[in-house]
């Protein structure tokens, strides 16, 4: 059984750091503190896990020995962890464990690996390759990047959350990963999306359709997941127009940094600009195929 005495801290309990706080809570884990820059979603959280809904990052640090972060970009990540801020996680980063799962740029996590190690904490990233269904019922997949005896430290709670804990190697590796899976899932989802879009313009019905490409090459998780919802326009949103553009984009500027040229992958972030300047940012990236079906928009 995993150690369940560490009191864990959240910032960012949006639906997947909320869902993951709860899976820990269920396991036996003490949920000390919760933030978010949406105050009336910590409130509500903190009150359903008997948690403190914290007045800022530095709170959480404070009251936590473990710090989970789930925010939704770079900037963010980099408002949480300022090092000059007294209200920032780093006013309390000694002998503190920091676990950041959001999909960020690689150097941003070995600054921040670096940045905590100067105040005498511990960073990890743990990085998600999955949605909000399996943070509830602790099923992730995660990869992780960091130092292997900080990597060994997390691996209890980790455990709690996924059931897949990969270590990938040094800090930034794992978020390397991370962006090429997102890369290639998306360009997944625009393929589908076209398929399903000209089978519907060749008057194909697309039930049968998304049969026969479950049992040709045709298959991918991505049909399993998103081939209804194209179908029927349901765009509930598990994972974001605006996250699908965000993680393309970062797996893109790897591929500028090593003189790569991507073209389906730059194609696929074309198309998610396209629905974020249409303010469609906060439906799920299944509804790309808005863009490809001809009696939509």
């Given amino acids: 059984m995993a150690d369940t005495q560490a009191r864990i801290g959240f910032v960012g309990v949006g639906r997947m750091g909320a869902n993951m706080a709860r899976r820990l809570k269920e396991r036996g884990y003490c949920i000390a503190a919760v933030q978010d820059r949406h105050a009336e979603t910590s409130e509500s959280l903190a009150q359903e896990l008997a948690s403190e809904a914290a007045v800022s ?3 959480v640090a ?5 710090v989970i972060t789930v925010v939704s970009d770079d900037e963010a990540m980099r408002d ?4 000059q801020d007294q209200t920032s996680l780093m006013a309390h980063a000694k002998d503190r464990l920091f676990i950041n799962c959001a999909t960020l740029t690689p150097t941003l996590h070995i600054d921040i690996e670096q940045a905590v190690e100067r ?3 511990a960073a990890l990233e743990a990085c998600m390759a999955s949605s909000i269904t399996q943070a509830r019922q602790g099923t992730l997949y995660l990869m992780c990047g960091g130092k292997r005896e900080v990597f060994n430290r997390a691996h209890p709670v980790l455990d709690a959350l996924g059931t897949t804990v990969r270590y990938i190697g040094p800090a930034g590796q794992a978020a ?19 398929g399903l879009g000209l089978g519907k313009a060749l008057g194909i019905d697309l039930t049968l359709l998304r049969e026969v490409f479950s049992q040709t090459g045709a298959a ?6 998103d081939g209804e919802d194209m179908q029927l326009r349901v765009h509930d949103c598990f994972f974001s127009t605006a996250h699908a553009t965000k993680d393309s984009a970062i797996a893109l500027d790897l591929a500028q940094n090593v003189g790569l040229s991507l073209p389906v992958a730059l194609a696929t972030l074309g198309q998610y600009r396209r629905l974020m300047e249409l303010g469609k940012g906060d439906l799920d990236k299944s509804a790309v195929a808005e863009l490809t079906f001809l009696d939509r928009l």
């Fill in 220 to 225: 991918s998780r991505v049909l399993e997941t």
């Fill in 119 to 121: 105040q005498g904490g």
């Fill in 62 to 66: 404070e009251v936590s020995e473990i």
């Fill in 80 to 83: 949480i962890y300022a090092e």
């Fill in 176 to 194: 390397k990963v991370k962006a090429l899976v997102n890369m290639v899932m998306n360009s997944n989802t625009a393929a589908l999306a076209e």
């Fill in 57 to 59: 990052p530095a709170r």
